[in-house]
Structures are given as C-alpha cells and as structure tokens.
C-alpha cells in the first residue's frame, strides 16, 4: 500500500480525529466495540464478515484492521480468503444484477440499427 494514496495510520492521526471531534470519537468506539462483540455470532465469525464487506467496500484500512483481529480471534488463513471470495462473487453478481438497469435504458431507447440485437 503506497504511502503516496493512502497515509499509514498513526496514532498522531487517532488523536487528531479525537480532538476534532471528540465525543463522535468515543460514540464510535462505543459502538464498534459493541458491535464486534460476542452475540448471536461471536466475534471470529463478526471479524471474518468484517474482512469481506471491507474489501466491498475497498477500505485498506479496514482489510488490514480486520484481517489482524479476524486472526487473533481464530480465523484461519483459508477462511479468510474464503469469504473474500464470496465477497468478489456478490460484487460481482451487484454489477451483473444491476445490468437490468443498462437493458431497460437500451429498451427505452430508439429501435436498435441494422445488426444490433434488439428488445428484452
């Protein structure tokens, strides 16, 4: 990961973010620290979800973060890859879904030309 793109997490930063705005900062802990828990899932399987929807959502920070927690709770390497995979495979299946919205604007769209397929 280049420094250049994304800087390294410091705890310089962590402070800056807390003395910005400090209560938000403590809520979100609060809340984080509640949401990893133990529950109806415990938290090894909580940091393996976590390593998927990070890497959905494309954060380097949270696929590092998660990904160290995911194993100090017991994930196995292969688990983990494992869910990355389901989490390629469900991106993927958004872009191929969503497809539906391209073909209804192709649809709504002038009669297709000489050679084009045409109609749903």
Known sequence: MSDALYPSASIETAQKRRQLAP??????RAF???VFADGALPAKMKQII??????VTQCPYCIKGHTKAALRHGATREELMEAIWVAAEMRAGG???????????MDKAAPP???????S
Do not use: C, P, R
């Open 32 to 34: 984080s620290k509640q």
């Open 95 to 105: 872009a191929y879904a969503h497809s539906i919205l391209a073909i209804d604007e």
């Open 113 to 119: 030309k000489a050679g084009q397929s045409g109609g």
């Open 23 to 28: 209560e938000t900062e403590a809520a979100f």
């Open 50 to 55: 976590a390593v998927a929807v990070a890497h």
